[in-house]
Nanobody, 120 residues
Framework: QVQLVESGGGLVQAGGSLRLSCAAS????????IGWYRQTPGKQRELVAV???????NYADSVKGRFTISRDSAKNTVYLQMNSLKPEDTAVYYC??????????????WGQGTQVTVSS
């Protein structure tokens, strides 16, 4: 199985920056997608940013130009650099990975979530 460990959340003032990290470990044959989602109370979890096939990136419109997703393939780690944070970015951020643990076994895993709070 694939395990995820997230870090980097916290409290920051509007306009500030935070960097989230998510390290994947365990039985990993290859990673297809890895990225970040976020959720606020009463709302569905939404895509923030994702890397697919190692090179293709996709961002939510609300974070384009402010957030940057990157990946260290050697460490199976994905980062989310969040700049110019706004109060509406406040949420629990979840890492997700879609990976093959063997050539025929694909799984999707979620991290435990990390709280990001942006004060006005």
């Amino acid at each position: 199985q694939v395990q995820l460990v997230e870090s980097g959340g916290g409290l920051v003032q509007a306009g500030g920056s935070l960097r989230l990290s998510c390290a994947a470990s365990g039985s990993i044959f290859s990673i297809n997608t890895i990225g970040w989602y976020r959720q606020t109370p009463g709302k569905q979890r939404e895509l923030v940013a994702v890397i697919s096939s190692g090179v293709s990136t996709n961002y939510a419109d609300s974070v384009k130009g402010r957030f940057t997703i990157s990946r260290d393939s050697a460490k199976n780690t994905v980062y989310l650099q969040m700049n110019s944070l706004k109060p509406e970015d406040t949420a629990v951020y979840y890492c997700n990975v879609g990976a093959y643990s063997s050539p025929k076994h694909y799984e999707s895993r979620w991290g435990q979530g990390t709280q990001v709070t942006v004060s006005s």
